[in-house]
């Protein structure tokens, strides 16, 4: 397993602990920030969250982060990567603090998620957005990343439906 933070300029990425899991998850359930995640609106997330919550630190076959602040410290966003079997391609998720929004931070943790990724074998990576989504469809071709598929997929406790891009970047 890997315990290592990832640092940035501005960042620490690091493991995600059941300390910081109150940030994710409110992030994540908000009605704005968490638009066009699958995760579901807080009125209808159920049990999930509190059994993710306390197995936080036990490693599923995903790796889950928290992205904090050098500077002072405050939570800036998430991120998880997930990798196959054999290592070589990694999913990766990632979600940013309103407040902290077209500042590169989105940038910041991706390209560090990237290295962290290949260091560990990935050669292929992918990341689905909702197309909807502008910035992180922006974020994600401005760091060399490709459309690889369309598709959808359907928010969680609700009946919306997204069409969705699976984008893709191939390392060496």
Known sequence: MIEKSLETNRLI???????????CIDMWLD????????DPPRNAAGDIYLKWRDNIE????????VAVSKENGEY???CSAVP?????????????????W?????????????????????RKITADVAKLNIGSNSVL???????EKEGTFKKSGTDIIYENYTYRLDLK
């Not at 009605?31 to 699958?38: H, Q, T």
């Not at 931070?105 to 560990?120: G, H, V």
């Open 13 to 23: 990425i690091k493991r995600t602990k059941k300390e910081d899991t109150s940030f």
């Open 31 to 38: 009605d704005e920030m968490g638009k066009y995640l699958s």
């Open 58 to 65: 036990i490693y599923g076959g995903c790796y889950y982060f």
């Open 76 to 78: 800036i966003g998430a």
């Open 84 to 100: 196959s079997e054999d290592r070589k391609h990694w999913d990766l998720g990632y979600s940013v603090h309103k407040k902290y």
């Open 102 to 122: 077209r500042q590169g931070y989105a940038t910041e943790i991706i390209r560090e998620l990237i290295n962290f990724c290949y260091i560990n074998g990935g």
């Open 141 to 147: 071709r401005k760091l060399n990343f490709y459309i």
